[in-house]
């Protein structure tokens, strides 16, 4: 079983940043890609960036020049650093993780962007 846990939400003004971060831990061999996914109130869960095993990274077109997804191998962890952040970025973001074909879920972090 692995778990992801994720840190760094919280309120954050227009225009400000805040940083992500997701460790995983348990029966961890080699994760596949790994993620960041959000979902406001009433709408889908939708990706908002992976990077691959080889280091590339993919955004969503919404975020993409403002949001940065980096790792750190040694420590099982990937960061999502969220810069000119606006008020339609507030939502729950969750990280996730694929193994041998199985998505694990962290808990969600609650990202409010308000002024």
């Known amino acids: 079983q692995v778990q992801l846990v994720e840190s760094g939400g919280g309120l954050v003004q227009p225009g400000g940043s805040l940083r992500l971060s997701c460790t995983a831990s348990g029966s961890i061999i080699a994760f596949w890609t790994r993620n960041w996914y959000r979902q406001a109130p009433g709408k889908e869960r939708s990706l908002v960036a992976a990077?691959?095993?080889?280091?590339?990274?993919t955004y969503a077109i919404s975020v993409k020049g403002r949001f940065t997804i980096f790792r750190d191998n040694a420590e099982n962890t990937w960061y999502l650093q969220m810069n000119s952040l606006k008020p339609e970025d507030t939502a729950v973001y969750y990280c996730?993780?694929?193994?041998?074909?199985?998505?694990?879920w962290g808990q969600g972090t609650q990202v409010t962007v308000s002024s």
């Open positions: 996730s993780a694929i193994q041998r074909g199985v998505n694990y």
């Open positions: 990077i691959a095993p080889d280091g590339t990274p």
